[in-house]
């Protein structure tokens, strides 16, 4: 019985981290919005989701090559300080194309 009770809790704990990701997150992107513009942050920015947290480094994926490459280049440096600023341990923000079947929802 033991068994079953650390898989929910396991669950728990990562839909918990999920949770407050998402609220960082949410905190980002307002700040990226007021920074960059509405108009700039819909054309490049919303298609961003929030990947795993492993260590220092969060993931964050976006849906094309194109726009990986070119958020990476435009905004990498900014999305890492803003990271940076919402949850100190967060160091490194590693920008990926998601898999289609892994892409989660938009924010």
């Given amino acids: 019985m033991t068994g079953g ?3 929910y809790d396991a669950v728990a704990e990562a839909n918990a981290q999920k ?3 998402a609220i960082h ?3 980002i992107c307002e700040r990226l919005k007021a920074e960059v513009g509405e108009v700039e942050y819909r054309t490049w920015l919303r298609q961003i989701t ?5 260590e220092d480094e969060i993931t964050l994926y976006l849906p094309t090559r194109f726009l ?3 958020v990476r280049g435009q905004y990498g440096d900014r999305l890492g300080a803003l990271w940076h600023a919402e949850v100190p341990a967060i160091r490194r923000v590693e920008l990926q194309v998601a898999r289609p079947a892994a892409r989660p929802a938009p924010t």
């Fill in 50 to 54: 929030v990947g795993p947290v492993e």
């Fill in 5 to 7: 009770l650390e898989g």
């Fill in 68 to 70: 990986r490459d070119w």
């Fill in 25 to 27: 997150w949410s905190r």
């Fill in 19 to 21: 949770s407050v990701l």
